[in-house]
């Protein structure tokens, strides 16, 4: 049953203003550790947020999950010193995990986020792209992946918002968004 | 930190061509369950199917899972006799889960697909959106979801393909398609 490593590698990306993108990530990473196979999720901007998935994935095997990020959203362009600071050290993070080619997948929660407010250089993440090695799987996502990184990734899918109940006045609710 | 029941419950609903709608399925009953929520998923024509989820699925706590289906695609409409038997099994049990009010969030993954094989009639799906506790947050996964579900749901989100891999050749990998 286990699959100790996969022959080729690819670059995915979820994007678009629909729910599911994160969700979709965590569910990638559930199936890829059924299989015996190894990932590492960094998670910028999200840190110090209260996720219900933060609780169940820590008992999980073959699973690391490492959130940075000041707990509050980021929302000036260009944002402040430390947002800068903590998504540089996001990045080298991931970059340092790619590159060590110990994990099957890396799962970049948000980057896309990240590049469009600025904290994070699309050259980097094209230059991680190009760099990482064959056998590592790349998962970017969140809203506005720039559209560099999709002309140079393999598998791209948009979550498209047709329906949403915020509309409808309904909060954020403990379990389902958060 | 436990959140032992929503206090109303919504219907999602994720469909489209592109990947990542299970995996958002799963990735929401990740999220709930770190939170203390009882999640049941019924899956719709995947019985049979080896998929790497369900090696870790049955290790997590308040996550029940049960496949129906004949481990191969159905493809003929009306599909046969065993199948429209299996899919009436799944539905039964499906609508018996749902008015238990026992589990906050039931997955019913690929009913979308199920409905327009005409495995499962889409009017006795609107009954059982109708008709289920106003606790009970109902998750709808899979293609071709009928605008008549979309009409009456409160969450619905496209994964849109983008950009696929298989068509530069590439085939379904173990741990990251199944």
Redesign the interface.
């Given at each position: 049953?286990t699959?100790p490593r996969?022959?080729?590698g690819?670059v995915?990306?979820?994007t678009?203003d629909?729910?599911?993108?994160?969700?979709?990530?965590?569910?990638?990473a559930?199936?890829?550790?059924?299989?015996?196979?190894k990932v590492y999720i960094i998670q910028f901007i999200k840190g110090g947020f209260d996720?219900?998935?933060?609780?169940?994935?820590e008992k999980?095997p073959n699973l690391t999950l490492k959130a940075f990020g000041q707990g509050k959203f980021v929302t000036q362009i260009p944002p402040g010193e430390k947002d800068m600071k903590i998504a540089k050290e996001a990045f080298e993070l991931a970059k340092k995990i790619v590159k060590s080619g110990k994990y099957?997948?890396v799962i970049l929660d948000e980057i896309n986020v990240a590049m469009s407010l600025r904290l994070v250089k699309t050259e980097e993440v094209i230059n991680l792209i190009k760099e990482k090695p064959e056998h590592v799987?790349l998962v970017l996502t969140g809203r506005y992946a720039p559209k560099e990184i999709?002309d140079i990734?393999?598998?791209?899918?948009?979550?498209?918002?047709?329906?949403?109940?915020y509309k409808?006045n309904?909060l954020a609710?403990?379990?389902?968004d958060?």
């Open positions: 049953m699959n996969l022959k080729k690819l995915q990306v979820y678009g629909g729910k599911g993108k994160t969700s979709a990530a965590f569910g990638l559930l199936r890829a550790i059924g299989r015996g196979l996720y219900g998935e933060l609780y169940i994935v999980l099957d997948i799987e999709i990734s393999d598998l791209v899918t948009e979550m498209k918002e047709i329906k949403h109940p409808k309904i609710r403990a379990g389902i958060y």
